[in-house]
Nanobody
């Protein structure tokens, strides 16, 4: 099993940038694809971005494409989500998650989750 802990959330203004991190422990980080999801109040958890095991492939939701960048450093057992040009609609709790299968975008396909970190974007 792998445990995931997110960090880096906070309160920012529209147009600002913010970087999230997801540190893994207890498992073999490099065998998992890592994704970021987010969940706003009253809404379902939605896919944001995914990175392959070695970091050479990525995928993004249309709503964040061109503004967010996902990456990972297997030596540091850490994944990142760099967010720029933030909008109020990006406000949500952001979760990182791990799965054995790259390309999955449904939350049910991810077996390991962090506790989440709050991102609030004011207008």
């Amino acid at each position: 099993q792998v445990q995931l802990v997110e960090a880096g959330g906070g309160l920012v203004q529209a147009g600002d940038s913010l970087s999230l991190s997801c540190v893994a422990s207890g498992g073999t980080f490099h065998i998992y694809a890592i994704a970021w999801f987010r969940q706003a109040p009253g809404k379902e958890r939605e896919f944001v971005a995914v990175v392959s095991r070695n970091g050479d492939s990525t995928g993004y939701a249309d709503s964040v494409k061109g503004r967010f960048t996902i990456s990972r450093d297997n030596a540091k057992v850490t994944a990142y989500l760099q967010m720029s040009s933030l909008k109020p609609e990006d406000t949500a709790v952001y979760f990182c998650a791990a799965t054995a299968f790259y390309g999955e975008r449904a939350p049910i396909r991810y077996g390991y989750w962090g506790q989440g970190t709050q991102v609030t974007v004011s207008s």
